[in-house]
């Protein structure tokens, strides 16, 4: 990915979220946080991979509902501009949502209205909007006036799209919708190249939906690779979605430098010295060592490397060689000190419930069971987590009358 936007971060700060290496942030998004809340709502975050950071610009906008940001044509070879949104509407019914749904389709029309005239559209987020297979263009549009010769209207006309979820479309989705006739817009979602049955995006314990969308304008649609909803993880409740455009900017060149395979080693015991210390002093290694210190040596490498050469050739003959053998480990990360063994359990079962949730998400005993170990471990590592910092507590008690670096010992563990 070259550009990477997080919804729901839940920060009330200004700052980001984390570091991402290789990227650098561009722009947030925060709620502010209610007084009683214990933790933030809402919140967008947007990173750009350092190499295209020079050709992403970060644009004024009037609410928090979405962060809006410019492709520079010139730096993607594009033949327009295009705006790009994240955006994130809270559910119709929530405590989040502050303000009235239709205020909010109606900020972001206004500014999809301001930049369509700029450049081209993107825009992509959860908009907690169930939509259904309700056409996001006007039917029929060519037929209605068949005669009429009015070259500033474009008809409006488009294939129709799948979902594979089956809910009515609820206040949110018609105004979605409504706002894609209204814009030109078209919605991604089964429609797209990698992606023809509308796949689902949000999988909770009572039930799985389709509400994150990537809308473009119309006349980029020939410009989009492939629209992916990728699978479900035990990291959020959304699958999360990517969008590939195709462009054509010039990438700075690396050069790949090839190293040299380890060197491999002699093994090394009483015997193998024994043998070594006879074969150095025979007479073929002395007349090879008696050449090499009457030869006037070009270079310093040169002259080690002829050096090595006759130390290495008369180890060959005294003992065994084995070449290292280069194998490609995965990282492991390092565990929690916390982390226990029903913890691992846990995390395991959990695991094995996520990709049969992946695999049926239609499954509703899947769904619970996997959410219900979820909640289970997390309660686990908390209490885990307690046990660990209060023996240390207790430690660092018994040890207050003790030698500085002894209680230092146990305060870094």
């Avoid at 900017?249 to 090839?258: V, Y």
Wanted: proline content about 3%.
């Amino acid at each position: 990915m070259h550009i990477i936007s997080l919804v729901e971060t839940w920060s009330d700060s200004g700052k980001p979220v984390d570091n991402i290496p290789g990227f650098d942030f561009i722009c947030n998004s925060t709620r502010k946080k209610h007084k009683r809340a214990r933790r933030g709502s809402g919140g967008i975050s947007l990173y750009v991979r350092s190499s295209i950071y020079k050709g992403i610009s970060k644009l004024t906008c009037t609410h928090n509902n979405a962060v809006w940001v410019k492709l520079d044509k010139h730096f993607f070879n594009l033949k327009n501009d295009i705006f790009m949104a994240t955006v994130y509407f809270s559910p119709e019914y929530s405590s989040g949502c502050t303000e009235d749904i239709n205020e909010v389709y109606s900020k972001l029309l206004r500014n999809i209205e301001h930049y369509s005239q700029l450049g081209d559209i993107v825009i992509q987020g959860d908009f907690n909007a169930y939509t259904n297979t309700i056409p996001d263009f006007v039917i029929s549009d060519e037929a209605k006036f068949p005669k009429s010769k009015d070259n500033d209207y474009s008809i409006d006309s488009h294939s129709l799209r799948n979902n594979l979820d089956s809910k009515s479309a609820n206040k949110s989705g018609k105004l979605l919708i409504d706002l894609c006739k209204e814009s030109g817009l078209r919605i991604l979602n089964g429609r797209t190249i990698g992606d023809p049955l509308g796949k689902c995006t949000c999988i909770t314990y009572n039930g799985s939906s389709l509400v994150d969308y990537t809308l473009v304008s119309s006349n980029i649609l020939q410009c989009i690779g492939k629209f992916k909803v990728s699978d479900f993880t035990p990291i959020s409740d959304h699958c999360p979605i990517s969008c590939s455009l195709l462009t054509c900017f010039h990438k700075c060149k690396t050069i790949e430098t090839k190293l040299d395979p380890l060197p491999g080693k002699f093994f090394w015991d009483n015997k193998a010295i024994d043998c070594y210390t006879t074969n150095i002093q025979n007479s073929h290694v002395k007349q090879r060592l008696d050449e090499f210190v009457n030869d006037k040596q070009i270079d310093c490498n040169s002259a080690v490397e002829k050096f090595n050469a006759i130390l290495c050739d008369t180890a060959l003959l005294s003992t065994k060689f084995v070449q290292k053998k280069i194998m490609n480990r995965p990282i492991k990360k390092n565990k929690k000190p916390w982390f226990s063994d029903s913890c691992h359990d846990l995390h395991t079962t959990v695991k094995k419930y996520c990709l049969l949730v992946n695999k049926f998400p239609d499954n509703g005993s899947y769904r619970k069971s996997f959410y219900s170990f979820k909640s289970k471990l997390r309660r686990r590592c908390k209490q885990e987590e307690r046990s660990y910092k209060s023996q240390i507590c207790d430690q660092i008690s018994l040890n207050m009358k003790k030698t500085q670096r002894h209680f230092g010992i146990y305060l870094t563990n």
